[in-house]
């Protein structure tokens, strides 16, 4: 995906955003004390995210000229590939409150290399957008290794 467009980062980053929830929330459920509301803490971050990240999508579809990002095959696309980006692996059981944060911080690394990824590929005007999605995961991945490390 050469030269990223603003739009394009910011509707994967919604995307993004509506999987690490749906990570979060089904974690939690599986999780006690602490680290249950931290994951819970965790899906509403990413819900906050998704919507501000949404609301700019939706500021930037205002601007003429990428009338094919807003069809749904393109949507589509986005949405397939945000979720084997970071999100698509295995099912695993849970066996331990450990490995689900485990499995939480591995989530949080793969979604920060993603857009690291991206961001080798970005147009000038989406470099900033994708820093600050980058120190957002970041901040997560920084809550959770410290979780860890208090077990």
Do not use: C, W
């Amino acid at each position: 995906m050469e030269n990223a467009t603003l739009y394009e980062v910011l509707q994967l980053a919604v995307h993004l955003e509506e999987e690490g929830q749906k990570f979060y929330e089904k974690y939690a459920q599986k999780a006690k004390g602490d680290i249950k509301e931290t994951f819970e803490r965790l899906a509403l971050d990413e819900v906050k995210h998704g919507k501000y990240f949404q609301s700019l999508y939706h500021e930037a579809k205002e601007k003429p000229g990428l009338d094919y990002l807003f069809e749904e095959e393109v949507t589509a696309y986005f949405k397939e590939y945000a979720v084997s980006a970071a999100f698509d692996r295995e099912e695993t059981k849970v066996m331990s409150v450990e490995e689900a944060v485990a499995e939480a911080i591995l989530t949080e690394k793969k979604s920060i290399d993603y857009y690291k990824y991206l961001d080798k590929y970005a147009l000038t005007e989406t470099k900033g957008m994708i820093n600050t999605i980058i120190q957002e995961e970041e901040k997560h991945l920084a809550v959770l290794e410290k979780l860890l490390e208090a077990m």
